[in-house]
């Protein structure tokens, strides 16, 4: 049998394609704004995650290109051995100060920092117990850890109840939640997580991929927004979105970050973020907390939920 077969097969998307249907890979021209260029044509963009408008942001911009200009295009290595920048340590230092959180550990990517952060901590005597509407990085940190998944319903308390009581005794737990979930745009049901948390000894880790910079008064994502930050032990986001570079993050107690710094294989044996992407994530950083107003338009014109 031919390991290609399946793919002379996948026709869905090509019969997609030949009806002039087809959604995806779609080139612009232009930067990703509000408006974009596609086909040669100015369209409106409403599928980004541009939270915050600043991608285009000049200060965004030179912030980036400055930090090509002394660090170079790339880090060629990763941050165990060669590739940690200060700018890097800087990065992590003033998110985990923003998050209230003992520290910080960055990755290339969002989807990696799942990989990494869920990998290095759930190990084979543990149970991940993980919500149905889970974005994929999730889902494939899981496959990658030695750990059990318990998975419940979509935001549904009872059945995370029911989970939390099937896993055996002595075993490590955690719940694992989108923080706003990606495909619905709800927000988990975070105070009732909490309670049951406590109840059954479990830890909390978020994926605020798509509450940073959104959810809460200052920006701080979905336990910002609960007024429970001090009860999440590990969140997780993104640079990819309000954040408007590209990379990922968790910030958590200073022993469990030092634990997934030397532990995590993702980060471990991958290169650094580029100096201009953490300089870009860095400059978003601070304007995010000079400019909370943000925040406030955003949901002012109701682009959010
Ligand atoms: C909830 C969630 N987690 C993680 C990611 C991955 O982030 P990145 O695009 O930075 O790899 C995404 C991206 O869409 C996401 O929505």
Redesign the pocket.
Known sequence: MDIFQKCYEFTDAKKVMAAGIYPYFHELTSGQDNEVIINGKRTIMIGS?NYLGLTSDQRVKQASIKAVEKYGSGCSGSRFLNGTLDLHVELEKELASFLNKEDCITFS???QA?LGLISAIAGRNDYIISDRGN?A?IVDGCRLSFAKMIKYNHNDMKDLERALKAVPDNCGKLIVS?GVF?MEGDICKLPEMVKLAEKYGARIMI?D??GVGVMGKHGRGTAEYFNLEDKVDLTLG???KSLAS?G?FVVGSADVIHYIRHLSRPFIFSASITPSNAAAALESLRILKQEPDRIKRLWEKGLMI
Do not use: M, R, V, W
Request: aromatic fraction near 12%; proline fraction near 0%; glycine fraction near 12%.
């Open positions: 995650n990517t969002g989807f799942n974005h990085s989108d990606s994926d991929a798509h993104t640079f990819s590209l990922g």
